[in-house]
């Protein structure tokens, strides 16, 4: 089986503007491969790399050197972006939209014919439970209220491959609950999630596979159950072990 | 295609709920002020001397529009990061540069259609003139004309930092090249040497926005221009907004957005 997502010896440099000539080494040299059909939890602590991996794999950033594939198509390729999903780190959306123009917006951009984006809208803010606001601007609505928009765009052109960047920050429980919800529910459509998160408790519930990233490099990687040794009480201690946090 | 309509969409209903058409219908007022103190006047003199300036307002206040919503544009999505959530769909840089431009000129049109029709009928109904084959020709010129102003100052905004010094050194160019343009051959002849060189390559590089300028045309009631010269000059204009564009998609597509 070939994979969904790959990243190959991936290392990203952020070239210093005030400090000439010293350079930020986000990545280094990252191997990642999440199958068809998963659920990929991606961890760290702040400023592990997470965010630029993600960055990476969507065109962001060009890698330093090293390569990333989505679908086996390079990420420079804008038709890698095709069937995939983005959930950013932050909510950055157009302010000005409400709900349902922007949802439209990105239908057109995906060339979805009128009826077509018009059953996926009904259904998307049903499902992130924005119908009451939908005709509100988005810079009336709550932190968690964008987040939630944000989910809804991702999900506009039914993708395979969907690419959360902490999908749960800012959430309430049940805002949370709910995302798990829609997570499991892709997983049953057959799609494949990859997102990163420091909520592990969730990450343990949901997840096939995750990933620990450290520094910029992969410290482990693999089913829960494998990560989490006997000697562990639970993901959060294997994770603290897997950065080197001295546990008592 | 479907993605460039998309976004000159967007960028009209920026514009619109950005009430940036406020500014557009105090400037049509003032237009139509103008344009409607000819009444007061029965002087062939003063009321050409009116309606020259009318024009004037047209051509300065449709240039304004253009420089700054231009240069605002790609700056604007980068600063609010939609750039980010734009560009993670398949969309390529290219495309988004011409669906800016695309939603601009069309905004800039649609002002000029509006200055025009207040002009035209508050003139025509004084004196009972309706030159309509003239206003089209003047409408579509100088929107060709925009066209360029518009690649240049998307250009513009790519290569500089800060949007605000993007509209301001754009408006001085664009001025420059209205005033001193025209006059550069000329003024070239009475340099010394390496200057008049470089005084006459600028001459022939820059785009000669004042030939799209018919403002005398409509004032003195001329015979229009020939319909063969229109469509040269709007080649000529496609030419130059098609080399800009070029240019700033050059750049655009080399640039590290710095996500973070
Ligand atoms: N645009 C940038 N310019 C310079 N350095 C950057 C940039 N973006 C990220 N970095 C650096 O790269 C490293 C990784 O950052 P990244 O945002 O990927 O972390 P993260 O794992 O997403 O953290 P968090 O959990 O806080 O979101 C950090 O050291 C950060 O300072
Ligand atoms: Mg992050």
Not at chain 2, 97 to 104: H, R, Y
Request: aromatic share 10%; with cysteine; hydrophobic share 45%.
């Amino acid at each position: 089986m070939s994979a969904i997502l790959k990243t190959d010896q991936l290392r990203v440099e952020f070239a210093s503007r005030e400090f000439r000539g010293t350079t930020t080494t986000a990545l280094v040299g990252l191997n990642l491969e999440v199958q068809a059909g998963e659920v990929y939890g991606f961890l760290g602590p702040n400023g592990a790399g997470k965010t630029t991996t993600i960055n990476a794999l969507l065109g962001f950033v060009p890698p330093t050197s090293g390569t990333a594939h989505l679908f086996g198509i390079d990420v420079r390729q804008p038709i890698a972006r095709q069937r995939i999903g983005y959930l950013p780190e932050l909510t950055y959306y157009y302010k000005f939209l409400t709900a349902e123009e922007l949802l439209r917006f990105y239908a057109r951009i995906f060339g979805l014919s009128r009826a077509e984006s018009d059953r996926r809208i009904e259904k998307l803010l049903k499902l992130v439970e924005l119908e009451p606001v939908r005709n509100r601007p988005i810079k009336s609505y709550s932190k968690g209220m964008q987040q939630r928009v944000g989910l809804a765009q991702a999900l506009i052109n039914d993708p395979d491959l969907l690419i959360l960047d902490e999908p749960t920050s800012g959430l309430d429980p049940l805002g949370r609950m709910k995302v798990r919800e829609i997570i499991r529910r892709l997983k049953d459509e057959g799609k494949t999630v990859f997102f990163s998160s420091h909520e592990l408790g969730e990450v343990e519930t949901v997840c096939d596979r995750v990933a620990i990233i450290h520094r910029g490099e992969l410290k482990a990687s693999g089913r829960v159950a494998d990560i989490v040794q006997p000697r562990h009480q639970n993901l959060e201690h294997a994770f603290l072990e897997t950065i080197g946090y001295p546990i008592p | 295609m479907k993605t460039l309509f998309a976004l000159a969409r967007l960028t009209l209903t920026e514009l619109y709920r950005r009430k940036d058409f406020y500014v557009l219908f105090i400037l049509t007022a003032v237009v139509t002020l103008a344009a409607g103190s000819v009444n007061f006047f029965n002087d062939e003199k003063i009321i050409r001397y009116v309606k020259d300036l009318c024009l004037l307002l047209i051509w300065i206040s449709t240039l304004l529009i253009s420089v700054v919503t231009a240069a605002r544009q790609i700056p604007a999505e980068c600063e609010a990061r939609t750039i980010f959530s734009l560009l993670a769909k398949p969309v390529t840089r290219g495309q988004v540069l011409l669906g800016k431009f695309l939603g601009c000129w069309l905004a800039v049109g649609l002002a000029l259609l509006m200055f025009y029709a207040f002009f035209a009928i508050v003139t025509g109904s004084h004196e009972h003139r309706w030159p309509l084959g003239g206003y089209l020709q003047a409408i579509w010129l100088q929107w060709v004309m925009l066209g360029i102003v518009i690649a240049m100052s998307l250009l513009g905004s790519i290569h500089f930092a800060a949007p605000s010094s993007t509209s301001t050194i754009c408006f001085v160019l664009v001025a420059g090249i209205v005033v001193v343009g025209p006059h550069l051959n000329t003024i070239a002849l009475q340099q010394p040497q390496p200057l008049q060189t470089i005084a006459y390559t600028v001459y022939f590089l820059i785009p000669h926005l004042e030939w799209f300028d018919v403002r005398d045309r409509l004032v003195y009631g001329w015979a229009s221009p020939a319909w063969q010269d229109i469509a040269l000059a709007s080649v000529y204009g496609a030419a130059y907004a098609g080399v800009f564009l070029l240019l700033a998609w050059l750049g655009f597509r080399r640039k590290s957005l710095n996500p973070g």
